[in-house]
């Protein structure tokens, strides 16, 4: 198959989370099977510029707001992967948050669509991901809808349902969308219009990153008021687990570690504890208990709030912990004020370090992740990969991925509801796990002999791409003021 996969990130090129990791695996995955894979995405500031090569002629598009101009550019790497330079759009120090957001990206789904149809590219899928590719799904329906890209197969999905790109209902008339899509059956979502259900609507198949997330999504705790709509296109909606990379997250090859190791032969791993224990200027936990990991955004979903409560009490009793990440000011200052008060069993670092992240899954004994909710993860699956036992909530990817103690195949700890005294439940059982070195040992290789990567996966949307399926018109009164 021909497949246009377009993104508005794509490690390791641009990447805030999870979705620039899919978009920079999932399409390569897809190649190597076979499939002729083209994936567009924006030229952002970063992006190292030396090696690219321009393709054709520069384009411009004419939208109400402004004319737009754009060049191509193909980067030296395996596959397909093609940048769409708009200065004056994208060369900024974020990616997201800006008053125009509603234009770049709209801009990017309509300049990737125009580039591939002057290249004479003809895809028999157009895979999307996330809202700032909801104009595309519209623009495949619509105004392509009599050319060759109109024939392809509209495939929409969803990485975190909770960020939907909605902006104020005027930029309908600077984008040159007709009024009459501005319905609850079309993009409009309480009078603002939606980006995210723009995809939802006019994509002919919807995928998301978990089976679970795929579940939780049509219900009002996960839809993010979109439940309603996801339960009309309950029918197209699949969930498919993601990968991982295990070309770079691989133990026994890693080069930011100290000492390789593997599933049989951990004498590696006990070095890369006592390096990161070092490196992060902790004292090394008590014996009997563990040094925990965390890495991830600092957001109120990952539930920081919970560990501020309930790890405390573990530290007190002689436990260490190493944080690594950034995100909402408010979280990481309450993590810059428990490392104050725990100056030698607790380690917050913020910021993202590429080495540290691969180092604190090789070194920590248990990694810690109690999300509210988590589409799909894939730090709990390198810690896995890595040895670090993961303590998670089970929501989302985490509880497809994570089985608990209770379990046959248990390689985790699992809690079910989202308060500090379940957490603080889970670390205790993951004490007790870890004074018990023969059970710890066999949860510990269990994950580590588990296959994350993205061959099943790829399978998975192969397969997808190649079923029928319904071209539903806009469902009525559904979302939006319905």
């Not at 754009?70 to 994208?90: C, K, Q, S, V, Y």
């Not at 623009?139 to 104020?168: C, D, E, K, S, W």
């Not at 607790?346 to 899954?361: C, K, Q, T, W």
Request: glycine letters at 10%.
């Amino acid at each position: 198959m021909r497949i246009l996969f377009l993104s508005s990130e794509v490690a390791p090129f641009s990447k805030t989370g999870g979705l620039g990791d899919v978009s920079g695996a999932l399409p390569w995955a897809l190649s190597e099977r076979g499939h002729d894979v083209r994936v567009m995405t924006p030229l952002h500031r970063g992006v190292p510029r030396a090696t690219l090569q321009l393709v054709g002629s520069p384009l411009t598009l004419e939208f109400p707001f402004g004319k737009i101009d754009l060049r191509l550019f193909r980067a030296p790497a395996p596959g397909e992967l093609l940048f769409i330079d708009a200065p004056a759009l994208f060369d900024r120090d974020e990616y997201y948050g800006y008053p125009d957001d509603a234009r770049r990206f709209a801009a990017f789904s309509m300049a990737a669509l125009a580039f591939t149809q002057r290249d004479g590219f003809v895809p028999d899928v157009v895979q999307g991901n996330d809202w700032p590719t909801g104009i595309a799904m519209l623009a495949l329906r619509t105004g392509f809808a009599h050319t060759p890209l109109g024939r392809a197969r509209r495939v929409f999905t969803i990485h975190n349902l909770a960020y939907q790109g909605l902006f104020p209902a005027k930029e309908m008339e600077a984008l040159g969308l007709p009024w009459d899509l501005f319905t609850p059956g079309g993009v409009e979502f309480y009078e603002q219009l939606s980006f995210m259900k723009a995809g939802l609507v006019f994509a002919d198949l919807l995928t998301t990153v978990s089976p679970t997330y795929a579940r939780e999504i049509q219900t009002p705790a996960f839809g993010a008021g979109l439940d309603g709509l996801l339960r009309h296109r309950a029918d197209s909606l699949h969930g498919i687990l993601n990968g991982v990379d295990v070309k770079e997250w691989n133990p026994a090859t890693d080069v930011f570690l100290p000492r390789q190791f593997t599933s049989t032969e951990l004498a590696g791993r006990t070095l890369c504890r006592k390096e990161l224990i070092a490196s992060c200027r902790i004292d090394a936990p008590v014996p009997g208990m563990p040094l925990f990991g965390v890495i991830g955004r600092m957001a109120a979903q990952k539930g920081a709030d919970l560990l501020h409560v309930a790890l405390p009490k573990l530290l007190e009793q002689g436990a260490s912990a190493i944080v690594l990440g950034a995100g909402e000011p408010a979280v990481q200052d309450a993590w810059l004020s428990l490392a104050a008060k725990y100056p030698r069993r607790l380690s917050v670092r913020i910021g993202f370090d590429n080495s540290l992240a691969h180092r604190i899954e090789a070194g920590s004994d248990f990694f810690l992740m109690p999300s509210r909710f988590e589409p799909c993860g894939l730090s709990q699956m390198y810690s896995l990969l890595y040895g670090a036992v993961p303590v998670v909530h089970g929501v989302g990817g985490l509880k497809d991925t994570v089985f608990d103690l209770t379990h046959a195949n248990a390689n985790g700890i699992v809690f079910e509801q989202p308060t500090a005294e379940a957490l603080f439940g889970a670390l205790v059982r993951a004490v007790e796990l870890f004074r018990d070195e023969a059970a710890y040992a066999a949860v510990q290789r269990r994950g580590m002999t588990a296959d994350f990567s993205w061959a099943a996966a790829a399978a998975e949307y192969e397969r997808l791409f190649g079923l029928p399926s319904p071209r539903p018109s806009p469902p009525r009164g559904e979302g939006g003021t319905g």
